[in-house]
């Protein structure tokens, strides 16, 4: 096309190529456009765009406006760049610093926290400790205290203790006193006292006695005796308390108390010490002991603080006070097989 034209001049002045004011259809592009610096003339004084005209006759439509046919591979399209990818800030100096501060502090805080609560489990254990020896001292305290009333001599508990057990034994014309010892076997009970009691229905071939107590009449049967010995084990188809035997040896100055029936008087009662052990007295060991006695306790029992039996009354000096004899409770149980399960 040769036709001319006054070229539209858009806002930015960048986008037409231009020379000398007018655009020039036939000329090809061989190689990339060279834009030149608009050449604008205007006034300096009023610092305004100079007018110009456009020829009103030239003026084209859709359909008239001239085609040109542009070398594809002359034509390269423009491709805004990407926009460039900012760089990290370097870290500022002072927020470093200042991260620094505060991990440091919290670990700070998480040391005292650790080391406050390791103080209190330290204590807690040490306060466990302290207790635990308190209360094993106290139990240590408890048992010693038990002890102690264990050997504290009282007369009335003991006897209310034993006096169930104590019988008066009637055998002929003979009066004594029996009591009760060791396990029961099959409802039955075994009874203590001294061959010299029975003596008389014994020889006389008969085994029957009887037990008294107040209202009570219990028939027992003569089971076992031994002469040398002066016991002999009776038994009873009655269920009684039996009394416990006193384990180990007694000792000079251990205070006692001997119950029987002296002269028929029933659930008598007397106190006093142990005055000596006789081991090898001539006929067999014997305890000595200072406690009033006189016929009728022979076969009642000895009982010491714990209200165990240690040995059984079986004799008093003649013209003679305070001198009692008993044979010791291991003495009858091992001769007579008894204090265990018969």
Not at 8 to 17: L, M, R, W
Not at 240 to 246: F, N, T, V, Y
């Amino acid at each position: 096309m040769s036709a001319t034209y006054e070229p539209f001049t858009p806002a930015n002045g960048s986008d037409h190529y231009r020379s000398a004011g007018r655009r020039r259809a036939d000329e090809h592009w061989n190689a990339a456009p060279v834009v030149e610096e608009p050449r604008w003339s205007y006034s300096q004084q009023q610092q305004q765009w100079p007018q110009q005209e456009w020829p009103q006759q030239q003026q084209w439509s859709q359909q008239e406006w001239p085609q040109q046919e542009w070398p594809q591979q002359q034509y390269q399209q423009w491709q805004e760049p990407p926009p460039p990818v900012p760089a990290p800030a370097p870290a500022s100096p002072a927020r470093s610093g200042r991260g620094r501060t505060v991990i440091i502090g919290l670990v700070a805080a998480l040391l005292l926290v650790s080391a406050w609560q390791a103080f209190r489990v330290e204590s807690m254990i040490k306060s466990s400790s302290d207790l635990a020896s308190a209360v094993s001292a106290e139990q240590g305290r408890s048992q010693e205290l038990e002890k102690q009333l264990a050997t504290v001599f009282d007369p009335e508990g003991i006897s209310s203790a034993v006096l169930p057990s104590v019988f008066r034994v009637r055998a002929g014309d003979f009066t004594g006193t029996a009591f009760a010892i060791g396990k029961t076997n099959g409802g039955e009970t075994n009874l203590f006292t001294n061959y010299h009691v029975v003596e008389e229905v014994f020889a006389g071939g008969d085994r029957q006695v009887s037990l008294e107590r107040g209202e009570t009449r219990i028939n027992a049967t003569i089971v076992r005796v031994n002469e040398d010995r002066d016991l002999a084990l009776l038994r009873t188809e009655r269920e009684i308390k039996a009394l416990p035997p006193a384990a180990g040896e007694v000792k000079p100055g251990q205070q006692v108390v001997v119950v029987g029936a002296p002269l028929g008087l029933e659930d008598s009662v007397t106190t006093g010490v142990i005055s000596a052990f006789r081991p090898s007295d001539s006929e067999g060991p014997t305890i000595q002991f200072d406690a009033p006695i006189n016929p009728g306790n022979s076969g009642g029992p000895v009982v010491n603080s714990s209200r165990q039996v240690v040995g059984i009354a079986t004799a008093k000096a003649r013209d003679a006070e305070g001198i009692g004899l008993a044979i010791p409770i291991e003495t009858a149980c091992t001769t007579l097989k008894v204090c265990g399960e018969n």
